[in-house]
């Protein structure tokens, strides 16, 4: 079970798809910090029994945001502790089936975006165990914690900041990987890097979250998507994204973004136009049509008629 220990109190467990953290000390009162996929319960139970012994329960669930790399195994995990799940309030309608997010933008360039089209976009359905975060930025079982309201890559994500340890969770407002590259996608390099482009809906919000986190100057980071990092590297990591941030050259959310409040969706610009799916029809046919070929021109055999 690989559980990396950021600091004294901030525990990563990484899954395939997303990071899960695990804040507070052994022996004390702690959170889960998203909860990955669905099918990671069992997972996170026994990284759970590993780092607080078997009988400890966490005093909440805390989810940056809604998407089901986050949220997916949430429901499962707090049935199995009966504990409370808290999001922010404009993430109910997308966490209760009220409402989808904005669709993909497989068009806002990189690799990420590309393999968006194959990815699900299924909701989370939390029901009766969601809460909505405490409006005066407390963050429930947590003492000396802050969330901080940091929207665009989801309508109410969130990032949770600790000042004594200078520890960011920034969820999905930014990465430390690079999503946009192949390679930067199977090295997996530390780097401060955009939120996930074809998830995220505005990129004027995006930006301005951004600014927000290097306005923090934390020391150390665990986001949603890459390694932890800490030092140097990080404020001047953020400073840096936030100056030259990189929104994309097209797209659906490129010029015009989506828009939400408390119901859920309630626009959402036209797609850009996309190729591939009629590049990947003309590649099957043209496979199709070269098989035919193959199977009209082959000679017959003795017995073949």
């Known amino acids: 079970m690989a559980i990396e220990e ?3 109190s901030v525990a990563r467990l990484r899954t ?7 804040v507070g000390s052994p022996g004390g ?3 889960l910090v998203d909860t990955g996929t669905p099918g990671n319960a069992a997972r996170i139970r026994d990284a759970a029994w590993l ?5 400890a329960r966490p005093e909440a669930i805390l989810l940056t945001h809604g998407h089901g790399d986050h949220a997916g195994s949430a429901l499962e995990l707090a049935g199995y502790w009966d504990v409370p799940i808290y999001a922010h309030r404009l993430e109910r309608p997308f966490l209760t089936g009220k409402s989808a997010y904005p669709p993909a933008d497989p068009m806002a360039g990189g690799a990420c975006s590309f393999m968006s089209r194959f990815l699900p976009s299924r909701t989370v359905e939390i029901g009766a165990r969601l809460h909505d975060l405490p409006e005066d930025g407390e963050v ?3 003492v000396g914690w802050r969330w901080h309201f940091t929207p665009g890559h989801a309508p109410g994500q969130v990032a949770f900041f600790q000042r004594g340890e200078s520890v960011l969770l920034a969820g999905d407002a930014c990465t430390t990987m690079d999503l ?3 390679m930067g996608i199977l090295a997996q390099e530390p780097r401060i890097c955009r939120p996930p482009a074809p998830f995220t809906y505005d990129w004027d919000q995006a930006q301005r979250s951004v600014e927000l986190l290097a306005d923090l ?3 150390v980071i665990g986001a949603g998507h890459g390694e932890p990092m800490s030092g140097r590297a990080v404020a001047v990591g953020l400073a840096d994204l936030a100056r030259d941030f990189p929104r994309p050259r097209r797209g659906r959310y490129a010029l015009e973004s989506a828009r939400t409040d408390e119901t859920g969706t309630v626009f959402v610009p036209p797609p850009a136009p996309d190729p591939a799916p009629k590049v990947a029809a003309a590649v099957g046919l043209t496979a199709m049509a070269l098989g035919a070929v193959m199977v009209l021109s082959r000679k017959p055999r003795n017995g073949d008629e």
């Open 6 to 8: 950021m600091t004294a």
């Open 16 to 22: 395939l798809m997303a990071n899960i953290y695990l």
């Open 29 to 31: 009162p702690w959170v």
């Open 51 to 55: 780092r607080f012994g078997r009988d």
């Open 140 to 142: 429930p079982g947590l």
């Open 180 to 182: 946009d590259s192949v």
């Open 217 to 219: 100057r934390p020391a």
